[in-house]
């Protein structure tokens, strides 16, 4: 951390979001495990973070690793009886307990939920996993790209049934099946802890939350208003009126115009209105579909985007991850902040009285080590922050 982010987190103001007062352990991993703490830290909850001496997963500079904000920490050796016992004192003083290891781990360690539990009875302890904590894979090693492959998700990405799959980054099983069901799952267990005095552990497994975010589409599949297969349905691309189309400058616009009304609109500010089939005409689909292409190819993306700009036709230019927090909707709403040096996407959702901010930058391995000892009243944390990738 640099002087000046040093001094910007201390004149930082202490969190006020809705879960202030809220204490959370995280054993440090990769991907969802460390979004649903940062998510937690962002609505106020105080994050603290046990390193490990050699670092965890993806070796990226940890200035830059986003997840961490929010957060603090303290670097633990737990296969060390001293490492143990430290884990053990802050789970003792915790609300919450996040790990993501492989089913078993925790427990060889030491720090597996009965151990946990034996020392703070109130514990809330979120696991999370690709596979869950038992099943015939639950042991084996895998990745967000296979836990949606079998639930069904992976297969309806794509806008032809007789092409690969489209990969979604790691956005729809790492963060929306796992991420967000495990918040969801220690929030709700967090309430049952303090209205009846009693822990529980939450098994978030990403397989179960991505399964779970199809339930509107298995309900239309049985009813027969979606076929098992890519680009054949309203909202897969298989209809010309909600998908992306190329223009003139090899940008591209999204169009999402499903209503009647929406997509009346549409197609005459397109200036398409007088020259295609009527939208039920499902035989001319193939027509319609390249007719709209056509169109918006004879335009750049920001010509295109000024056409349709105010309109409920229901369509907006598709942007990089750069230009993203430059759109004036979201520049005016604040959706993206600038905090250490580092735009990055603002705290979500939003709280009218308790609003959750983006107060402290990545922790760094082991550098609060102090500061925390002193907060939660815990013995055997060693100052220590260990240099940058770059000095190692």
Partial sequence: ??????????????????????????????????????????????????????????????????????????????????????????????????????????????????????????????????????????????????????????????????????????????????????????????????????GQVVDAAIVDGTAHLTAMIHGMMAAGGWQDRRGANLLDGGAPFYGTYETADGGYMAVGALERKFYAEFIELLGIADQVPARDDFAHWGELRAAVAARFRTRTRAEWTDVFEGSDACVAPVLSLREAPGHPHLAARGTFVAHAGITQPAPAPRFSATPGAVHRPPARPGADAAEVAADWGVTGLSPHEPAKESEQ
């Avoid at 495990?33 to 050699?54: E, N, Y």
């Avoid at 200035?63 to 884990?87: C, E, F, M, Q």
């Avoid at 034996?118 to 514990?123: C, D, G």
């Fill in 1 to 198: 951390m640099t002087e000046s982010e040093a001094s910007e987190a201390e004149a930082t103001p202490a969190p006020r979001g809705p879960l202030a007062g809220v204490r959370v352990v995280e054993l440090a991993g990769i991907g969802p495990g460390p979004f649903a703490a940062m998510l937690l830290a962002d609505l106020g909850a105080d994050v603290v973070r046990i390193d490990r001496p050699g670092g965890a997963g993806l070796r990226i500079d940890p200035d830059y690793d986003i997840t961490n904000r929010n957060k603090r920490s303290v670097l633990l050796d737990l296969k060390t009886p001293d490492g143990v016992a430290a884990a053990l004192d802050l789970a003792e003083r915790a609300d919450i307990l996040i790990e993501g290891n492989r089913p078993g781990v925790a427990e060889r360690l030491g720090i597996g939920p009965d151990a946990c539990l034996a020392r703070n009875p109130r514990l809330v302890y979120g696991r999370m996993t690709g596979w869950g904590q038992d099943g015939p894979l639950a042991d084996t090693a895998g990745h967000d790209i296979g836990y949606i492959a079998i639930t069904g998700a992976l297969s309806m990405i794509g806008t032809k049934a007789d092409q690969p799959p489209a990969v979604p980054a790691n956005l729809l099983g790492d963060y929306a099946g796992g991420s967000l069901y495990l918040v969801i799952g220690v929030l709700a267990a967090l309430q049952h802890a303090r209205t009846t005095g009693t």
